[in-house]
């Protein structure tokens, strides 16, 4: 069973704009920080953004400006809104968990295409 599930990926024209969720699919413990990371065809996955319990927010250089991650502790749900897409932001997108120090947990992955 795969930990964490994604949502909301799809075929977007540039410029356009898609909201990404990722959910746990059983009750997790002890989340810590959460994020999302792609990987596009040929290249390692990278990391997009982060979100610690607290909230602090970390980017990369590649999306600020444009994507906005938050989450609901409550609910362990974190989101990905991504707005002014690009074709270079077509990737697999992966939400990812830390469990207390180390662990990493993943989800399966979503496919977000910008193409016109």
């Known amino acids: 069973q795969v930990p964490l599930v994604e949502s909301g990926g799809g075929l977007v024209p540039p410029g356009g704009s898609l909201r990404l969720a990722c959910v746990p699919s059983?009750?997790?413990?002890?989340?810590?920080?959460m994020g999302w990371y792609r990987q596009a065809p040929g290249k390692q996955r990278e990391l997009v953004a982060t979100?610690?319990?607290?909230?602090?927010?970390n980017y990369a250089d590649s999306v600020k400006g444009r994507f906005t991650i938050s989450r609901d502790n409550a609910k362990n749900t974190v989101y990905l809104q991504m707005n002014s897409l690009k074709p270079e932001d077509t990737a697999v997108y992966y939400c990812?968990?830390?469990?207390?120090?180390?662990?990493?947990?993943w989800g399966q992955g979503t496919q977000v295409t910008v193409s016109s």
């Open positions: 979100i610690t319990t607290g909230g602090s927010t």
């Open positions: 990812n968990a830390v469990i207390g120090l180390s662990v990493d947990l």
């Open positions: 059983g009750t997790i413990y002890n989340i810590n920080a």
